[in-house]
């Protein structure tokens, strides 16, 4: 059996001016990275305002275990498939971090036959985007502290620096940390840290933004500090958010590349979705949307947190609105849920089927409180028996859903047919009724209890000293009407992570809240969730390499 790298490197790629053709854009509409990947130009997606859009399909999962849902592989897939059967279909997906891929969750362009190209330069360097996000964000921390250490005019207050560094990689030792140190040439000593760059709330920005214009104007508006007599201080006054939007000018154009079966794939921003709000960008969205009859894109993670931001927050702030939502499930992640360890997932155990699909419904009920149809994908292994799968479906068919059963990792989208013919009826049956889950004007602290009771099934939210003053600090500063963006763990709905299937009646403690006045929302960070991820005792960079080849082993 070929490793998806070996499977990636005999893809039968074509030129990308093709790809984009395909798309009715010309050479003149694209900037090519090399032969295989492009970005599409400022003018290009400006020419496409007015366009008529095509239906939006979410892709979403159950909560992830160590066994393996697929969201990233079926979203592939799926649009693969929906091509097939005659659907001119473009895919949206986020761009890999590096933090993961030398860490323990690997790369994110998808897996066996359902994959994007070119998959090692997706999952390293790519176009640089990162890069530009990260300079930045560093850029105006930088700034900041230059500030201070000439004379100080906007009055900082020092205790009250809220800006962190980011970088794009796992490193726990830089979670809290003291710079300035080494006397006044250094500046000012002074307590600080550093987050992920997916963290970042210019990487939020460059996903939220419309076009360069508002892009500068969100930059503008990061609160980054306070001053003494407790105003903020943003990146406006700091006269960075001009620098900022130069280096973020090229990073906000889509990139372009293809899958396995040369569909077009727009793959653009990486924000997590366990501590960001998961989505990849609006402009990519928007631009395949005008560009195609159908978009297949994804939200991270379980849809407790990727599906729940992408409708509250990325629709609610950019007039998005899905058509049908497709629910990824592995027969093996749901054993997983319904208690067998997984040493023991090769045996047949239809019980623990029946036992898991409780996280399942669970994700079901809180999609169609979104007013969204859905489907579940049964992301198909080869140890699946057709007795569980029997007990999926079963179950799916008491709760008035499909279960299509699909083998696009090992057959392509030949494989995912049956699943783009479901989602063609679901989304062409006028089904959808999109809401969010609370209004604009509902007051911070009620929707953080929304999210955490409805979505969660928390019986109370409780806060640090000092949260719920921050947010009516907040409010009355007119930031009152903002969404709200939940940080904890993925693996489960609780702030346990080892808490598995469907737990209600846990506490969720926030012990966190901050503002991101530029992208347009509030983070409410809770349990134990680090917006610095660590690496695991051995990371997946032990294992990567160049071989005699000259080719890059090891991403997977």
Same mark, same amino acid.
């Given at each position: $059996?070929?490793?998806?790298?070996?499977?990636?490197?005999?893809?039968?790629?074509?030129?990308?001016?093709?790809?984009?053709? #395909?798309?009715?854009?010309?050479?003149?509409?694209?900037?090519?990275?090399?032969?295989?990947?492009? &970005?599409?130009?400022?003018?290009?997606?400006?020419?496409?305002?007015?366009?008529?859009?095509?239906?939006?399909?979410?892709?979403?999962?159950?909560?992830?275990?160590?066994?393996?849902?697929? &969201?990233?592989?079926?979203?592939?897939?799926?649009?693969?498939?929906?091509?097939?059967?005659?659907?001119?279909?473009?895919?949206?997906?986020?761009?890999?971090?590096?933090?993961?891929?030398?860490?323990?969750?690997?790369?994110?362009?998808?897996?066996?036959?359902?994959?994007?190209?070119?998959?090692?330069?997706?999952? +390293?360097?790519?176009?640089?985007?990162?890069?530009?996000?990260?300079?930045?964000?560093?850029?105006?921390?930088?700034?900041?502290?230059?500030?201070?250490?000439?004379?100080?005019?906007?009055?900082?207050?020092?205790?009250?620096?809220?800006?962190?560094?980011?970088?794009? $990689?796992?490193?726990?030792?830089?979670?809290?940390?003291?710079?300035?140190?080494?006397?006044?040439?250094?500046?000012?000593?002074?307590?600080?840290?550093?987050?992920?760059?997916?963290?970042?709330?210019?990487?939020?920005?460059? @996903?939220?933004?419309?076009?360069?214009?508002?892009?500068?104007?969100?930059?503008? /508006?990061?609160?980054?500090?306070? !001053?003494?007599?407790?105003?903020?201080?943003? %990146?406006?006054?700091?006269?960075?958010?001009?620098?900022?939007?130069?280096?973020?000018?090229?990073?906000?154009?889509?990139?372009?590349?293809?899958?396995?079966?040369?569909?077009?794939?727009?793959?653009?921003?990486?924000?997590?979705?366990?501590?960001?709000?998961? @989505?990849?960008?609006?402009?990519? !969205? &928007?631009?395949? +949307?005008?560009?195609?009859?159908?978009?297949?894109?994804?939200?991270?993670?379980?849809?407790?947190?990727?599906?729940?931001?992408?409708?509250?927050? &990325?629709?609610?702030?950019?007039?998005?609105?899905?058509?049908?939502?497709?629910?990824?499930?592995?027969?093996?992640?749901?054993?997983?849920?319904?208690?067998?360890?997984?040493?023991?997932?090769?045996?047949?155990?239809?019980?623990?089927?029946?036992?898991?699909?409780?996280?399942?419904? /669970?994700?079901?009920?809180?999609?169609?409180?979104?007013?969204?149809?859905?489907?579940?994908?049964?992301? *198909?292994?080869?140890?699946?028996?057709?007795?569980?799968?029997? %007990? +999926?479906?079963?179950? @799916?068919?008491?709760?008035?859903?499909?279960?299509?059963?699909?083998? *696009?990792?090992?057959?392509? #989208?030949?494989?995912?047919?049956?699943?783009?013919?479901?989602?063609?009826?679901?989304?062409?049956?006028?089904?959808?009724?999109?809401?969010?889950?609370?209004?604009?004007?509902?007051?911070?602290?009620?929707?953080?209890?929304?999210? @955490? !009771?409805?979505?969660?099934?928390?019986?109370?939210?409780?806060?640090?000293?000092?949260?719920?003053?921050?947010?009516?600090?907040?409010?009355?500063? #007119?930031?009152? /009407?903002?969404?709200?963006?939940?940080?904890? !763990?993925?693996?489960?709905?609780?702030?346990?992570?080892?808490?598995?299937?469907?737990?209600?009646?846990?506490?969720?403690?926030?012990?966190?809240?901050? +503002?991101?006045?530029?992208?347009?929302?509030?983070?409410?960070?809770?349990?134990?969730?680090?917006?610095?991820?660590?690496?695991?005792?051995?990371?997946?960079?032990?294992?990567?390499?160049?071989?005699?080849? #000259?080719?890059?082993?090891?991403?997977?």
């Amino acid at each position: $059996m070929q490793s998806d790298i070996q499977i990636a490197r005999a893809a039968q790629k074509r030129d990308i001016s093709e790809i984009a053709a #395909g798309l009715g854009l010309t050479d003149r509409q694209i900037l090519p990275y090399g032969h295989d990947k492009a &970005k599409i130009t400022h003018d290009a997606i400006a020419g496409l305002e007015g366009r008529p859009q095509g239906r939006l399909i979410l892709v979403t999962a159950i909560n992830p275990t160590p066994a393996g849902e697929g &969201k990233t592989t079926t979203t592939v897939g799926l649009g693969d498939a929906l091509n097939r059967i005659g659907k001119r279909t473009t895919i949206c997906i986020r761009e890999a971090s590096l933090g993961p891929n030398f860490g323990m969750k690997g790369g994110a362009a998808g897996g066996g036959y359902a994959q994007i190209v070119p998959m090692e330069d997706m999952n +390293l360097h790519f176009t640089g985007d990162f890069h530009a996000i990260t300079s930045a964000h560093n850029l105006l921390a930088a700034m900041i502290d230059n500030h201070i250490h000439w004379g100080n005019a906007l009055d900082i207050d020092t205790r009250r620096i809220t800006w962190r560094r980011v970088m794009d $990689m796992n490193d726990r030792s830089l979670r809290d940390i003291v710079i300035g140190l080494g006397g006044p040439a250094n500046g000012f000593s002074r307590q600080t840290g550093f987050d992920i760059t997916v963290a970042s709330e210019v990487m939020a920005i460059l @996903c939220l933004a419309r076009d360069p214009e508002d892009l500068q104007e969100r930059l503008g /508006r990061i609160v980054v500090a306070e !001053t003494r007599d407790r105003q903020p201080v943003t %990146a406006r006054d700091l006269k960075a958010c001009g620098a900022m939007t130069v280096l973020l000018r090229d990073a906000l154009q889509p990139n372009l590349v293809q899958t396995l079966e040369n569909n077009p794939a727009l793959v653009h921003g990486g924000p997590f979705a366990n501590i960001a709000h998961g @989505c990849n960008s609006v402009i990519a !969205t &928007k631009a395949a +949307l005008r560009l195609s009859d159908y978009v297949v894109t994804e939200a991270g993670f379980g849809a407790d947190l990727g599906a729940e931001k992408f409708l509250n927050i &990325k629709c609610r702030l950019s007039g998005l609105a899905p058509s049908a939502v497709v629910l990824v499930a592995t027969i093996r992640a749901l054993k997983m849920n319904g208690g067998v360890a997984k040493a023991d997932l090769a045996a047949e155990d239809v019980s623990a089927v029946e036992r898991g699909c409780a996280n399942l419904g /669970r994700h079901l009920d809180n999609i169609r409180s979104f007013g969204l149809p859905v489907v579940v994908a049964v992301n *198909h292994f080869a140890g699946d028996t057709e007795a569980e799968i029997a %007990a +999926l479906q079963s179950y @799916c068919s008491g709760h008035g859903v499909m279960a299509v059963p699909a083998r *696009h990792w090992a057959d392509g #989208g030949a494989g995912a047919t049956d699943l783009a013919q479901a989602v063609v009826d679901l989304a062409e049956g006028g089904l959808a009724d999109f809401r969010t889950l609370y209004p604009d004007e509902m007051p911070l602290w009620q929707k953080i209890e929304t999210v @955490c !009771t409805r979505i969660h099934r928390a019986a109370r939210v409780e806060a640090a000293p000092g949260i719920r003053a921050q947010l009516t600090a907040w409010e009355a500063a #007119g930031h009152g /009407r903002m969404p709200i963006c939940i940080a904890k !763990t993925q693996y489960s709905f609780s702030t346990d992570p080892e808490l598995r299937g469907a737990p209600d009646g846990h506490v969720i403690p926030v012990r966190e809240v901050r +503002l991101n006045a530029g992208a347009g929302f509030i983070v409410a960070i809770c349990g134990q969730i680090m917006t610095m991820p660590g690496l695991p005792r051995h990371p997946a960079a032990e294992v990567i390499g160049i071989n005699a080849d #000259g080719q890059i082993d090891g991403l997977f």
